[in-house]
């Protein structure tokens, strides 16, 4: 019985699979059922009273339990180190000026399938000179814990024309569905595939029907079902935390690369995966809240999301150990080296103005449903052109051995000098140059396809026709 079903589980694995067709769900609440298909003009307007509750929460907090002795941010956030944060944020914070920063760049609402979505979109400056550079559409995506404060500076990188490339950017930058101010599913099942599924449509209606994608952490896994589902309308896809098929075949791979890691990974690199019980232990150090946030995703968003000074050190954390691993050895937690603190505010007060950390770690909880996982959704290959930027100090390495399974026409795969986690935040002018050089090489495939494919019918057209 039991050969029976291993070879049934086994036969169903290497069953392949049928892309499916996934319906346009609507999301919302019932009242958004007669809502409007237009692009609204949008920014970001906080009350008074919202920043003045926030001050006074922060101010009327508990005293803290004191750490450890010579702890730094072992044992999580070190609360000497949130004991400045919190000053900073009550004393010289201004909301005032960061929302003014906030609402530099144009900001527009549209309800798809039910959802209000939020979003940037920011054209390209073109100078006289430069008036037959060609404008390309590049869908950027955050994921957890980040929002659309963490493209603030690689937008304008994107957006302006460089003097060797003659393409530039028009960048349109959602919040995800559940994140700051795009509004949340009412009902179960909106996991990453039907997230790709919205903003297909949000991009079909602003009018492109073809267009380009760039994702980390969520906005990763989301840029390539866009990729897999909708391979007609993306030119390519960019990702700066790329992962394969993580299946049975990985872990295989992984195991014998820890005897011989030259099978598996180029020897410069094997330290980013072996020993592998060092690597293994740093992602199940870095993973418990995963574990909580897919099992218990409205505990967490109630424990965190209802104090400011809870939802600022739940998520610091992150910026924190996700940026370098080391850091967590510092007084400080290294949060200085990358970011300001005004920074890492702004981010936290994306989550705390629209209540929605319990609607983003939801998005944990759908990924890993019985649902979703039984889908086999993520296992479908990908076969647009597609880029791979690897940081150093991201969470976990994927060496182009295994990414290959999934990605079928794999253009780039680059490893980068520095950085972690979260690449457009840390290191913008690295990732943008990046972006250009993966869409650089794909446009000039594309041009010399065309020439390839215009000999060809020139040369049917001259040979003489046979009888």
Same mark, same amino acid.
């Given at each position: 019985?039991?050969?029976?079903?291993?070879?049934?589980?086994?036969?169903?694995?290497?069953?392949?699979?049928?892309?499916?067709?996934?319906?346009?769900? %609507?999301?919302?609440?019932?009242?958004?059922?007669?809502?409007?298909?237009?692009?609204?003009?949008?920014?970001?307007? !906080?009350?008074?009273?919202?920043?003045?509750?926030?001050?006074?929460?922060?101010?009327?907090?508990?005293?803290?339990?004191?750490?450890?002795?010579?702890?730094?941010?072992?044992?999580?956030?070190?609360?000497?180190?949130?004991?400045?944060?919190?000053?900073?944020?009550?004393?010289?914070?201004?909301?005032?000026?960061?929302?003014?920063?906030?609402? +530099?760049?144009?900001?527009?609402?549209?309800?798809?399938?039910?959802?209000?979505?939020?979003?940037?979109?920011?054209?390209?400056?073109?100078?006289?000179?430069?008036?037959?550079?060609?404008?390309?559409?590049?869908?950027?995506?955050?994921?957890?814990?980040?929002?659309?404060?963490? %493209?603030?500076?690689?937008?304008?990188?994107?957006?302006?024309?460089?003097?060797?490339?003659? *393409?530039? %950017?028009?960048?349109?930058?959602?919040?995800?569905?559940?994140?700051?101010?795009?509004?949340?599913?009412?009902?179960?099942?909106?996991?990453?595939?039907?997230?790709?599924?919205? *903003?297909?449509?949000?991009?079909?209606?602003?009018?492109? $029907?073809?267009?380009?994608?760039?994702?980390?952490?969520?906005?990763?896994?989301?840029?390539?079902?866009?990729?897999?589902?909708?391979?007609?309308?993306?030119?390519?896809?960019?990702?700066?935390?790329?992962?394969?098929?993580?299946?049975?075949?990985?872990?295989?791979?992984?195991? !014998?690369?820890?005897?011989?890691?030259?099978?598996?990974?180029?020897?410069?690199?094997?330290? +980013?995966?072996?020993?592998?019980?060092?690597?293994?232990?740093?992602?199940? #150090?870095?993973?418990?809240?995963?574990?909580?946030?897919?099992?218990?995703?409205?505990?967490?968003?109630?424990?965190?999301?209802?104090?400011?000074?809870?939802?600022?050190?739940?998520?610091?954390?992150? *910026?924190?150990?996700?940026?370098?691993?080391?850091?967590? *050895?510092?007084?400080?937690?290294?949060?200085?080296?990358?970011?300001?603190?005004?920074?890492?505010?702004?981010?936290?007060?994306?989550?705390?103005?629209?209540?929605?950390?319990?609607?983003?770690?939801?998005?944990?909880?759908?990924?890993?449903?019985?649902?979703?996982?039984?889908?086999?959704?993520?296992?479908?290959?990908?076969?647009?052109?597609?880029?791979?930027?690897?940081?150093?100090? #991201?969470?976990?390495?994927?060496?182009?051995?295994?990414?290959?399974?999934?990605?079928?026409?794999?253009?780039?795969?680059?490893?980068?000098?520095?950085?972690?986690?979260?690449?457009?935040?840390? #290191?913008?002018?690295?990732?943008?140059?990046?972006?250009?050089?993966?869409?650089?090489?794909?446009?000039?495939?594309?041009?010399?396809?065309?020439?390839?494919?215009?000999?060809?019918?020139? $040369?049917?057209?001259?040979?003489?026709?046979?009888?």
């Amino acid at each position: 019985m039991k050969n029976n079903t291993l070879l049934s589980y086994l036969v169903h694995r290497s069953a392949p699979l049928n892309v499916p067709d996934l319906p346009e769900t %609507f999301w919302g609440p019932e009242k958004n059922r007669g809502a409007s298909k237009e692009v609204r003009p949008f920014a970001i307007k !906080i009350t008074k009273s919202v920043i003045e509750d926030l001050n006074e929460r922060i101010t009327k907090r508990r005293e803290f339990v004191e750490p450890l002795e010579d702890s730094a941010w072992t044992y999580g956030i070190s609360t000497t180190y949130l004991k400045d944060v919190l000053t900073h944020w009550s004393t010289k914070y201004n909301w005032t000026e960061r929302e003014a920063l906030l609402n +530099k760049y144009p900001q527009y609402m549209t309800n798809i399938q039910g959802l209000d979505i939020h979003f940037y979109r920011v054209k390209p400056y073109i100078p006289p000179e430069r008036k037959n550079i060609k404008v390309l559409p590049l869908l950027i995506l955050h994921g957890w814990p980040g929002s659309i404060v963490e %493209f603030q500076k690689i937008i304008p990188m994107l957006t302006t024309p460089r003097p060797d490339k003659d *393409f530039v %950017f028009e960048v349109i930058a959602p919040s995800l569905p559940g994140y700051g101010f795009s509004q949340a599913a009412v009902r179960p099942g909106l996991a990453t595939p039907q997230i790709a599924v919205i *903003f297909k449509n949000l991009m079909l209606r602003l009018g492109f $029907k073809q267009f380009y994608a760039q994702g980390g952490d969520w906005g990763s896994a989301i840029v390539s079902h866009l990729s897999s589902l909708f391979p007609d309308n993306i030119l390519g896809t960019h990702m700066n935390m790329c992962t394969g098929i993580m299946g049975t075949s990985n872990l295989i791979w992984r195991i !014998i690369g820890s005897y011989i890691p030259s099978l598996v990974v180029e020897s410069e690199h094997a330290d +980013k995966m072996y020993p592998l019980g060092h690597h293994m232990s740093r992602l199940l #150090e870095e993973s418990g809240y995963m574990h909580i946030q897919s099992s218990k995703p409205d505990t967490i968003g109630t424990a965190a999301g209802t104090s400011p000074v809870a939802l600022a050190a739940y998520i610091l954390e992150k *910026f924190s150990t996700w940026t370098n691993p080391e850091y967590r *050895f510092r007084p400080d937690g290294g949060l200085l080296e990358k970011y300001t603190l005004d920074e890492l505010l702004d981010n936290v007060m994306i989550y705390w103005v629209t209540n929605s950390l319990t609607t983003s770690v939801r998005l944990y909880s759908e990924h890993f449903s019985k649902a979703h996982m039984g889908s086999r959704i993520d296992e479908l290959p990908v076969s647009v052109p597609v880029a791979c930027a690897v940081f150093p100090h #991201e969470l976990f390495y994927q060496p182009e051995s295994l990414i290959k399974d999934k990605y079928h026409n794999l253009v780039q795969f680059n490893h980068l000098p520095r950085g972690g986690h979260f690449a457009a935040f840390e #290191e913008p002018a690295l990732l943008a140059d990046d972006v250009f050089k993966f869409v650089a090489t794909v446009e000039d495939l594309k041009k010399k396809n065309i020439a390839k494919n215009k000999q060809n019918t020139e $040369k049917k057209i001259k040979e003489p026709t046979k009888i």
